[in-house]
């Protein structure tokens, strides 16, 4: 599963598709602060970018993927606090 519930840590692992989008929106809310980490994030469907601009949850870790992390990430990273990549 690329969706997944560490504790308060939802972790985004390998390639994200559309139906991920729905669990990590499920899975955010709650109302719980959840962190989203993305250090073992590969890609993310648009569906996906969407539900983490809209709910806006704080985020860890750098991307393996040099466009997630180089373009996407400051994108995300706008306006909210980018946790370190060690959680």
């Known amino acids: 599963m690329t969706?997944?519930?560490?504790?308060?840590v939802i972790r985004?692992?390998?390639?994200?598709?559309?139906?991920?989008?729905?669990a990590l929106t499920v899975l955010l809310q709650p109302g719980e602060s959840r962190v989203v980490d993305l250090s073992a994030c590969?890609?993310?469907h648009g569906a996906v970018v969407q539900?983490?601009?809209a709910l806006r949850p704080r985020l860890a870790g750098?991307?393996?993927?040099?466009f997630l992390r180089?373009?996407?990430?400051?994108?995300?990273a706008v306006e909210r606090h980018v946790l370190p990549t060690d959680l």
């Open 3 to 8: 969706v997944r519930l560490d504790g308060t």
């Open 12 to 22: 985004l692992e390998g390639a994200c598709h559309l139906e991920d989008a729905e």
């Open 42 to 44: 590969q890609s993310l």
């Open 51 to 53: 539900a983490l601009l």
């Open 62 to 66: 750098e991307p393996v993927s040099p």
């Open 70 to 76: 180089d373009l996407l990430l400051p994108a995300l």
